[in-house]
């Protein structure tokens, strides 16, 4: 199971954190203060962190600074200051992403599925297999009954997201959060286009669809053919 660490002085907010990551599978730890974040990030080794910038005791940039000096942990920062300062010292100071506030659990979510897609700690060791369909992320590459698909970086991430999620359905505004970066909507164009894309490369179309289940007006489903067939 997937660890994380919040790290936010906020009650409210990080007892809803914890909340809502936990009832999406995580394990999740807490603290409202840095220097007891370094303490656990040392201890126990979380697979993210969740840090707030603006804690009582140490500055969340000089925090950021510590768990660097300690740990390759991936970093993902909370602030209520969305000024490109304060951003680009976050990631230039090591931070792997960043969430203003107020945001969204599900948000967050896919922010730290991204984050371990992209090489965390907890990137998937073994291929994910959907039918005679084959995503690797350790490679990045993807087959479909043996032959090697050539697909776009987009494309691959796209890919990648949702077999991730073999078939559930995953929304718009999380494939433009975890492709895209861009949490406020606005890019459902986008989406459904790398989706047109996506289905030409392995053979559908949407009147004829196979693995790339589209549920109108929500999302997208991968899901094995022969497996929903059969169903």
């Given amino acids: 199971m997937t660890s994380i660490l919040v790290v936010e002085d906020d009650d409210a907010i990080r007892t809803g954190l914890v909340r809502g990551l936990g009832q999406r599978g995580l394990a999740v730890a807490s603290v409202g203060a840095g220097l007891a974040a370094l303490e656990v990030v040392v201890k ?22 510590m768990i660097r000096a300690v740990s390759k942990v991936p970093v993902i920062v909370v602030t209520a200051q969305d000024d490109d300062r304060t951003v680009v010292a976050a990631l230039d100071g090591g931070a792997d992403d960043y ?12 922010r730290i599925r991204a984050i371990l897609r992209r090489g965390g700690a907890n990137v998937a060791a073994k291929p994910y297999v959907v039918g005679q369909l084959v995503v690797d992320p350790r490679t990045r590459t993807a087959t479909l009954g043996g032959q090697l698909i050539e697909l776009s970086r987009k494309e691959f991430e796209l890919l990648l997201a949702l077999a991730s999620r073999q078939g559930e359905v995953v929304t718009r505004r999380e494939l433009l959060v975890e492709v895209w970066q861009q949490p406020y909507g606005g890019g459902d164009r986008t989406v459904d286009v790398h989706v047109s894309w996506l289905r030409r490369k392995l053979g559908e179309t949407a009147a004829n669809p196979r693995y790339l289940r589209t ?17």
């Fill in 215 to 231: 549920v109108r007006g929500v999302g997208v489903r991968l899901v094995d053919p022969a497996a929903e067939a059969s169903g």
């Fill in 44 to 65: 126990d080794r979380p697979d993210v962190v969740l840090l707030d910038l603006g804690l009582p005791d140490v500055d969340g940039l000089q925090v950021l600074a």
């Fill in 99 to 110: 969430v203003v506030k107020p945001f969204g659990v599900d948000q967050v979510a896919a």
